[in-house]
């Protein structure tokens, strides 16, 4: 991680980042600790609350957060929220602001955000990230990138801060929502995948973990396969990817992409049938349950 300083000439924009939560608390952590000085906000204000400790300024409400910020990071559940949420801070954004937009939306959602942006006269990059709750910790992120190219100087200090890398898609505005959609559409079916061998093995009786072992040190094995497979393994599910995250996103990949994401149609009823059940909390390798169709 670039460690930025406030001394004259070095790039350290302002930074408010907009949604504390699973993801967000993990990024403002790195964000400050990058030396950047940041503004954090949440609706509940006890998630944001900790974070002081960091070096980040609580703020008392949005407005607040975003006054003087270079960058405004928005980490929220969906395209309505963000929305909702930047309209609290009307004509409070910093002249030249850019919207750095870190949430899951979708293309729809995108499009909306886009408008919403150009609204309140924010300059807008589209910037999902790949990663769950760990690598959000860890500042390993990856971070996936569109938007005008005047906004890259602006925002690259506070991409050093939460991804390992970005992989920037040039100027088309919703290019990073669009593979953001392809890269979780693996990750959901990834989980799945893992799951039904798993429950395979056991239909024919076998101990169910032995294709956990049979893969192990192999070339099928990888650091998503063991962590997934861990938690399978122990029945318990602390979220870092939540079974109603998870069905959001596929909802928006099924949406979009149609008859070329079968794999991800059966998902989304797999995950539609946890969250039914309850189980909405839990990590995505709760799909190792029994429950639904």
Same mark, same amino acid.
């Given at each position: 991680m670039t460690v930025y300083t406030t001394a004259e000439g070095v790039n350290a924009p302002r930074v408010a980042l907009?949604?504390?939560?699973?993801?967000?608390?993990?990024?403002?952590?790195?964000?400050?600790?990058a030396g950047l000085p940041l503004a954090v906000w949440n609706r509940s204000p006890e998630r944001a609350a900790p974070l002081a400790e960091a070096g980040a300024r609580v703020a008392s409400d949005v407005a607040d957060a975003v006054r003087d910020a270079d960058v405004v990071v928005t980490m929220l559940w969906d395209a309505d929220v963000v929305a909702e949420?930047?309209?609290?801070?009307?004509?409070?954004?910093?002249e030249g602001a850019v919207l750095l937009q870190t949430s899951t939306v979708g293309?729809? +959602?995108? !499009? %909306?955000? *886009?408008?919403?942006?150009g609204d309140l006269g924010l300059r807008y990059v589209?910037?999902?990230?790949?990663?769950?709750?760990?690598?959000?910790?860890?500042?390993?992120l990856v971070v996936l990138a569109s938007g005008p190219d005047d906004t890259?100087?602006?925002?690259?200090?506070?991409?050093?801060?939460?991804?390992?890398?970005?992989?920037?898609?040039?100027?088309? +505005?919703? !290019? %990073?929502? *669009?593979?953001?959609?392809?890269?979780?559409?693996?990750?959901?079916?990834?989980t799945a995948a893992i799951a039904e061998s798993r429950a395979i093995t056991g239909a024919l009786g076998l101990d169910p973990d032995l294709f956990l072992e049979a893969i192990r040190g192999g070339p099928l094995e990888s650091p998503f396969v063991t962590a997934k497979g861990r938690l399978m393994t122990a029945g318990d599910y602390p979220a870092a990817f939540a079974v109603d995250g998870g069905l959001k996103d596929a909802r928006f990949i099924v949406g979009s992409a149609g008859a070329t994401a079968p794999l991800t149609a059966v998902t989304v009823e797999r995950l539609a049938a946890l969250s039914a059940a309850g189980h909405g909390d839990e990590d995505i390798a709760a799909l190792a349950r029994p429950v639904g169709p």
């Amino acid at each position: 991680m670039t460690v930025y300083t406030t001394a004259e000439g070095v790039n350290a924009p302002r930074v408010a980042l907009l949604g504390t939560g699973t993801m967000g608390a993990g990024m403002a952590r790195n964000i400050a600790t990058a030396g950047l000085p940041l503004a954090v906000w949440n609706r509940s204000p006890e998630r944001a609350a900790p974070l002081a400790e960091a070096g980040a300024r609580v703020a008392s409400d949005v407005a607040d957060a975003v006054r003087d910020a270079d960058v405004v990071v928005t980490m929220l559940w969906d395209a309505d929220v963000v929305a909702e949420v930047l309209q609290e801070a009307r004509g409070r954004f910093a002249e030249g602001a850019v919207l750095l937009q870190t949430s899951t939306v979708g293309i729809e +959602g995108h !499009a %909306a955000l *886009r408008d919403v942006a150009g609204d309140l006269g924010l300059r807008y990059v589209d910037a999902p990230v790949l990663g769950t709750k760990h690598p959000a910790e860890q500042g390993t992120l990856v971070v996936l990138a569109s938007g005008p190219d005047d906004t890259r100087p602006v925002v690259a200090p506070v991409l050093d801060a939460i991804g390992s890398r970005t992989v920037w898609l040039g100027d088309r +505005g919703d !290019a %990073a929502s *669009r593979l953001k959609l392809a890269a979780n559409a693996f990750v959901l079916n990834v989980t799945a995948a893992i799951a039904e061998s798993r429950a395979i093995t056991g239909a024919l009786g076998l101990d169910p973990d032995l294709f956990l072992e049979a893969i192990r040190g192999g070339p099928l094995e990888s650091p998503f396969v063991t962590a997934k497979g861990r938690l399978m393994t122990a029945g318990d599910y602390p979220a870092a990817f939540a079974v109603d995250g998870g069905l959001k996103d596929a909802r928006f990949i099924v949406g979009s992409a149609g008859a070329t994401a079968p794999l991800t149609a059966v998902t989304v009823e797999r995950l539609a049938a946890l969250s039914a059940a309850g189980h909405g909390d839990e990590d995505i390798a709760a799909l190792a349950r029994p429950v639904g169709p």
